[in-house]
């Protein structure tokens, strides 16, 4: 069974753009998480995706919002972005919500 | 590919007990590994961490051993409380590009 798949792996943008990235979760899996991860920060919860509801939200401004589509595939908008929005920006799914989390490898988001 | 890898999916201890928490690596080049914990409708958070030159480190109720040899850490928490029960995230890293790689998390709970 294939993993949890995200793209880009790698992305750089400058200030003021928006990034969209895209999370395909394990064949099976209805929900989708979103993590930021950064070494002074750690990893901080995004939100939640389940049945294409965002059931849980972390603490991030609107800038942040994301979606999931009717086949499990969630994505996530980054919309003005700043130099610290440069991280490492993980995706999880599981079978259903509060279930065994299978991490994806990660978008490493680089603003210049 | 599971780079990092929890086999036990859940653990069920009484209280006052231990938890022993197992974490499995195949990344030989992975030197810096963390433990996190997850509540339900929360993101995960940072409970400690060890790096490859050690391996033990300790903070109150909490310790973690590395075992490089074997590829394998584990979380000891002693005694163990029932505020304890929740999800644990055992994750490392690798020197050359600092990405982080998650296990897919084990289930504790502490029975009063």
């Known amino acids: 069974k294939a993993g949890v798949t995200q793209t880009p792996r790698y992305l750089i943008k400058t200030r003021g753009q928006q990034v969209t990235l895209s999370c395909s979760p394990i064949?099976?899996?209805?929900?989708v998480s979103w993590y930021q991860q950064t070494p002074g920060q750690g990893l901080q919860f995004l939100f939640e995706?389940?049945?294409?509801?965002?059931?849980n939200k972390g603490n991030f401004p609107g800038r942040f919002s994301g979606r999931q589509f009717s086949n499990s595939r969630s994505e996530m908008n980054v919309s003005t972005l700043e130099l610290g929005d440069s991280a490492l920006y993980l995706c999880a799914s599981s079978f259903v919500i509060e279930d065994t989390q299978y991490f994806g490898p990660g978008t490493r988001l680089t603003v210049l | 590919d599971q780079q990092v890898k929890q086999n036990s999916p859940s653990l069920s201890v009484q209280e006052g007990r231990i938890s022993i928490l197992n974490c499995d690596y195949t990344n030989s080049m992975f030197d810096y590994f963390l433990w996190y914990k997850k509540y339900p409708a929360e993101g995960p958070t940072f409970l400690i961490s060890i790096s490859s030159i050690k391996d033990k480190n300790e903070d109150g109720r909490f310790t973690v051993f590395l075992n490089k040899s074997a590829k394998h850490l584990s979380l000891h928490i002693v005694p163990s409380q029932p505020g304890d029960s929740a999800v644990y995230f055992c994750?490392?890293?690798?020197?050359?590009?600092?990405?982080?790689?998650f296990g897919a998390g084990t289930r504790l709970t502490v029975k009063p």
């Open positions: 064949s099976g899996h209805r929900s």
């Open positions: 995706y389940f049945s294409e509801t965002q059931r």
């Open positions: 994750a490392a890293s690798a020197p050359e590009n600092n990405d982080m790689r």
